[in-house]
């Protein structure tokens, strides 16, 4: 027979359960190289997705220090979270852009990770 205490521990226990099996924090599902190389005549397309509840948002950090934003005929970020580096002319070089560390980053309400450092060379 039960007591209202234990009726109220079971009924908090699997609420518990309940609620850690609907939230997961980030878990990358593809991770990016570590390296890029690429010529500034084909451009580049850099994956990282991850997985999680709810679902993480992607963003990319350049050098550890600012969040990457799209720069209109070099680089973006698609909304499947690839950095993508377009082909660009040789006067169109920009150190801080194509010769630099990028990081992804995936993040939702449960938590936040970080990928390996990817340098890019173009």
């Known amino acids: 027979m039960f007591t209202?205490?234990?009726?109220?521990?079971?009924?908090?226990y699997?609420?518990?359960?309940?609620?850690?099996?609907?939230?997961?924090?980030?878990?990358?599902?593809?991770?990016?190289s570590q390296n890029v190389d690429f010529a500034n005549s084909t451009g580049a397309v850099i994956p990282c997705s991850?997985?999680?509840k709810?679902?993480?948002?992607?963003t990319w950090s350049v050098n550890d220090r600012t969040t990457v934003s799209d720069i209109p005929g070099l680089r973006y970020v698609r909304s499947?979270?690839?950095?993508?580096?377009l082909?660009?002319?040789?006067?169109?070089?920009?150190?801080?852009?194509h010769d630099a560390s990028?990081?992804?980053?995936?993040?939702?309400?449960?938590?936040?990770?970080?990928?390996?450092?990817?340098k890019v060379r173009g």
């Open 87 to 97: 082909p660009f002319q040789a006067h169109d070089f920009r150190q801080n852009i």
């Open 102 to 118: 990028y990081r992804c980053i995936a993040s939702n309400s449960v938590g936040v990770i970080g990928s390996r450092e990817v």
């Open 54 to 58: 709810p679902f993480p948002t992607i």
């Open 4 to 12: 209202v205490i234990t009726l109220i521990y079971w009924l908090g």
């Open 14 to 32: 699997y609420c518990y359960v309940a609620i850690s099996l609907e939230l997961q924090g980030p878990v990358f599902l593809h991770e990016p």
């Open 50 to 52: 991850a997985h999680g």
């Open 80 to 85: 499947d979270g690839s950095l993508v580096f």
